[in-house]
């Protein structure tokens, strides 16, 4: 069964400063998902990873992928407040194409 | 670009009570999810439907949760006598195939 494991589960940061977020999971999967959630809000797209080394970018965050290893990143630079959230990986169940999603980072910027 | 539309946004229910939750996926996807978030939790997958049937379904997806794609556009969850612990956010996506999965902005359902 595919599990996925996110670090760290909580982040608080200074504004400016750079940091990532890490997503493990444990078997093979064709593509990992990364979500952003708000306070009583639904899950915003952020990115698809569809292959190996897959990298992309929009604005402060940047997303990446290592199939070998069964992990991604969420790298962010440069934080501001506005990316004050839950960030969720979630990788797709090959079999059946459900996604199985981490425990979530909640993530502070503070000034 | 193309949604995933569900309401109502919030539903407050007794314990014991039915409710049903509706979702219209984009119209040319042709798989079907429910997700569950218990508040603060992460999510979890409920159930998956394809051609008419359902494909997959968890162990929290028991005899007390049906789900209907009656008219070939709407997608409902039915909770047949509800308890406090199905208070949660849930989420109705859809995929077309390989790439894209849209979630809808959820239904938050209180059981009091």
């Known amino acids: 069964e595919l599990k996925v494991e996110q670090n760290p589960l909580f982040l608080s940061m200074q504004e400016g400063k750079n940091y990532t977020i890490y997503c493990n999971y444990s078997?093979?999967?064709?593509?990992l998902y990364w979500y952003r959630q708000d306070p009583g809000k639904s899950l915003e797209s952020l990115f698809v990873?569809?292959?190996?080394?897959a990298v992309k970018q929009e604005g402060r965050l940047m997303a990446s992928l290592d199939t070998k290893a069964r992990l991604s990143t969420l790298h962010i630079t440069a934080a501001v407040h506005d990316l004050s959230a839950t960030y969720f990986c979630?990788?797709?169940?090959?079999?059946?194409?459900?996604?199985?999603f981490g425990q979530g980072t909640e993530l502070s910027v503070k000034p | 670009e193309p949604e995933v539309t569900q309401t109502p946004s919030h539903q407050v229910t007794q314990m014991g009570q039915e409710v049903i939750l509706r979702c219209v996926p984009i119209s040319n996807h042709l798989y079907f999810y429910w997700y569950r978030q218990i508040l603060g939790q992460k999510v979890e997958f409920l159930v998956s439907?394809?051609?008419?049937?359902?494909?997959?379904k968890s162990e929290i997806f028991d005899d007390q949760f049906s789900v209907e794609r009656p008219d070939g556009s709407n997608f409902t969850l039915k909770i047949r006598s509800t308890k406090l612990e199905d208070s949660a956010m849930y989420f109705c996506a859809s995929r077309a195939g390989k790439y894209g999965y849209t979630f809808g902005s959820g239904t938050r359902l209180t059981v009091v």
């Open positions: 439907f394809y051609n008419n049937e359902i494909s997959e």
């Open positions: 078997t093979t999967s064709d593509r």
């Open positions: 990873l569809l292959s190996n080394g």
């Open positions: 979630a990788a797709f169940y090959n079999q059946g194409g459900k996604l199985i």
